[in-house]
């Protein structure tokens, strides 16, 4: 999707769901991104370097690679993603340390980045704690039909009811998926201390925008 499109982000805090059960615990820290095209991610390794010749992005710049000029390799910040095809059908998922390469999978040998990249890095550096992300994001989807919750109603359009709600189905899926067993994507997973969910990160496109669906 061309920058040029308006792009609406909606970025909220949640309270705490999950507490530890000893005093002093500190849960893992769980961030569920979610969107379509903008949050699946374009941006590729190659475009790095423009990044270091703006003063107002300099700094972000040496966070996102090594000293080897390499995209750093995060020890303590994991994800899983659940990702669509080129259609913005359901395709696949994949987990592991969070580094370039989690953007859009369509040409993955590009290694695009999408805003998990980013905020994967700055949020463990704010909160000096384990990270989990967990990013579903598929392309040309709507808020108004495919991301549509239950509490929403019954959508007017009849060509459209089949599809309303779909891609909200398999987001809460994957997020059930992962939490019944954190370990499996974040192997230091330590059940005693439990996790938190601890924020919902949106970035939508223009589909809204132009009605489609």
Same mark, same amino acid.
């Given at each position: 999707? *061309? ?30 991104? $979610?969107? &379509?095209? /903008? ?13 270091? *010749?703006?003063?107002?992005?300099? %700094? ?13 390799? $995060? +020890?303590?910040?994991?994800?899983? @993603? ?6 913005? /059908? #359901? ?13 859009? &999978? ?8 999408? #805003? ?5 890095? @700055? ?5 000096? +704690? ?5 990013? %579903?994001? !598929? ?18 359009? +009849?060509?459209?009811? /089949? &599809? ?16 019944? %067993? ?7 997973? %330590? #059940? *005693? +201390? =439990? ?6 990160? !949106?970035? &939508? =496109? ?6 489609? /669906?």
């Amino acid at each position: 999707m *061309k920058s040029s499109y308006i792009k609406y982000v909606l970025l909220f805090g949640m309270a705490v769901i999950a507490f530890a059960n000893s005093a002093g615990a500190k849960p893992l820290k769980v961030f569920i991104l $979610c969107g &379509q095209s /903008n949050m699946e991610g374009h941006a590729q390794v190659r475009t790095f370097p423009a990044i270091a *010749k703006d003063p107002k992005t300099a %700094d972000i710049y040496k966070e996102m690679v090594g000293a080897d000029g390499k995209p750093v390799v $995060c +020890e303590d910040v994991w994800i899983a @993603y659940s990702f669509g095809d080129f259609a913005g /059908n #359901p395709a696949g998922k994949r987990s592991g340390k969070l580094t370039a390469g989690f953007g859009s &999978q369509h040409n993955v040998g590009t290694g695009k980045i999408g #805003p998990e990249f980013t905020f994967g890095i @700055y949020m463990h550096k704010l909160l000096n +704690e384990p990270v989990l992300l967990i990013k %579903d994001a !598929w392309g040309g989807k709507s808020l108004m039909v495919d991301f549509r919750p239950p509490s929403a109603g019954q959508i007017a359009d +009849e060509k459209s009811r /089949n &599809q309303a709600g779909k891609f909200y189905n398999l987001l809460i899926e994957h997020v059930k998926e992962v939490l019944a %067993d954190p370990k499996k994507v974040y192997p230091n997973y %330590d #059940p *005693k +201390e =439990g996790f938190e969910l601890a924020g919902f990160v !949106w970035f &939508q =496109g223009f589909n809204d925008l132009v009605n489609l /669906n």
